[in-house]
């Protein structure tokens, strides 16, 4: 497309000096103002052709950045639901309301040891030596508040199921929960996710045609942004770890 838009503006430019030649004088300005418009039209056209990709990924970088932190939180309440209740959550009503009201317990874990008092009557020993049982002493020292833990004072979990741009149009991140089999066994998964159309519904239709189909080892690839999966035990994000890497202030 750019060599096309260049190979049309170098013609035109060219047909503008041959006409002003060769052309009779009282029509050279009508052909050359419709020339030097065609020609600004097509530089324009190829002014559009580089920058717009340029433009395009500093739009997309910028609100995938947004989408992502939202994803981020979403995985950590989920797998603190996960951690408490043993599923993941479907829904993002219970996940708040999980959020507002669960409690992780503080334990603490002791090794201790004490006479295998069967095993040493069995063998004629006494009870100050012979067999010991190993064990371990789970002590509940208390309990701590998820939404402190994962949140701190803030109430951004909230709003964690909004997708976090405004040409949007207040649309929600999709969330799913179930079981995955996997060797006979079953596992709870669950994945949140948005497509890449609703990120960027106001940007050009061809560059986000291309972004969907995006196969790349740094970049965000398929249709969706999304974290956990229903197919597979996974809770990691499709995003780059360049995502992942706190902003300098």
Do not use: H
């Not at 060769?22 to 052909?31: A, D, E, Q, S």
């Not at 909230?158 to 929960?177: Q, S």
């Amino acid at each position: 497309m750019i060599l096309n838009i260049v190979i049309g503006t170098l013609i035109c430019v060219g047909i503008a000096v041959l006409l002003e030649k060769y052309v009779p004088l009282k029509l050279n300005p009508v052909i050359s103002i419709v020339l030097w418009v065609a020609i600004l039209g097509l530089g324009y056209s190829l002014y559009k052709s580089i920058n717009g990709p340029v433009e395009f990924n500093k739009v997309k970088e910028a609100r995938y950045a947004k989408v992502i932190e939202n994803l981020k939180d979403i995985r950590s309440a989920e797998l603190a639901y996960q951690e408490i209740t043993g599923n993941f959550s479907g829904n993002f009503d219970s996940l708040v309301r999980f959020i507002d009201t669960a409690q992780y317990a503080i334990i603490e874990r002791r090794d201790t040891s004490y006479a295998d008092v069967e095993k040493n009557e069995a063998y004629g020993l006494g009870n100050d030596g012979g067999y010991y049982i190993e064990d371990i002493i789970i002590d509940t020292l208390g309990f701590s508040s998820v939404k402190d833990s994962l949140f701190g004072k803030t109430d951004r979990y909230k709003t964690m199921m909004n997708v976090p741009i405004e040409v949007a149009d207040g649309a929600k991140f999709e969330l799913k929960a179930g079981k995955y089999e996997k060797n006979g066994d079953y596992f709870s998964v669950f994945e949140a996710k948005v497509a890449k159309r609703v990120i960027l519904i106001d940007q050009d239709k061809d560059l986000l045609y291309q972004e969907e189909q995006l196969v790349s080892v740094d970049g965000i690839n398929g249709p969706s942004v999304k974290v956990g999966a229903m197919n597979d035990i996974d809770t990691s994000g499709n995003w780059p770890k360049g995502y992942d890497i706190p902003k300098e202030n």
